[in-house]
Nanobody, 133 residues
Framework: QLQLVESGGGLVQPGGSLRLSCAGS????????IGWFRQAPGKEREGVSC?????????YYADSVKGRFSISRDNAKNTVYLQMNSLKPEDTAVYHC?????????????????????????WGQGTQVTVSS
C-alpha cells in the first residue's frame, strides 16, 4: 500500500524536544517535495516546514518555528524528519506530512499556500503533539 506513515508525536513539557518521522511505504521519497503541516483545535491548518526533492534540497520554515525546528531527509531510510526543539504550548497540534512529486511552486509558496490534502500526492494520517506541563 502506497502511503506516508508519521510517528514520533507525544506529550512533552515546554522546552522539550521531539522528533517526528515521515516514512514512505511502497514508494521512494527522494524525488518528492515533503511538507509538514499542523492543525490545532479551532485553528486553521498551517505549513510548518517544507523540503524540496533531494536534487534541490531547499527548505522553508514558518516564522513561528524558525530557529527551533529542523527538517531533514534520510534517503537510505526513506524517511523525512522534523526535529522540534524548545517546544512551546502553542506548538500543540496534530502534525501531518505530505508528499508532492511535481513541485510547481517555490518551496515557500508550497508550504504557505498548499495546505489541504487533495493538493498532494500523499498525505499522512497525522501524529499528535502536545506540549504541556
Amino acid at each position: 500500500q502506497l502511503q506516508l506513515v508519521e510517528s514520533g508525536g507525544g506529550l512533552v513539557q515546554p522546552g522539550g524536544s521531539l522528533r517526528l518521522s515521515c516514512a514512505g511505504s511502497g514508494f521512494s521519497l527522494d524525488h518528492y517535495a515533503i511538507g509538514w503541516f499542523r492543525q490545532a483545535p479551532g485553528k486553521e491548518r498551517e505549513g510548518v516546514s517544507c523540503l524540496s526533492s533531494s536534487s534541490d534540497g531547499e527548505t522553508y520554515y514558518a516564522d513561528s518555528v524558525k530557529g527551533r525546528f529542523s527538517i531533514s531527509r534520510d534517503n537510505a531510510k526513506n524517511t523525512v524528519y522534523l526535529q522540534m526543539n524548545s517546544l512551546k504550548p502553542e506548538d500543540t497540534a496534530v502534525y501531518h506530512c505530505a508528499a508532492l512529486e511535481t513541485q510547481w511552486l517555490s518551496i515557500e509558496a508550497m508550504c504557505e499556500t498548499m495546505v489541504v490534502p487533495y493538493e498532494y500526492d500523499y498525505w499522512g494520517q497525522g501524529t499528535q503533539v502536545t506540549v504541556s506541563s
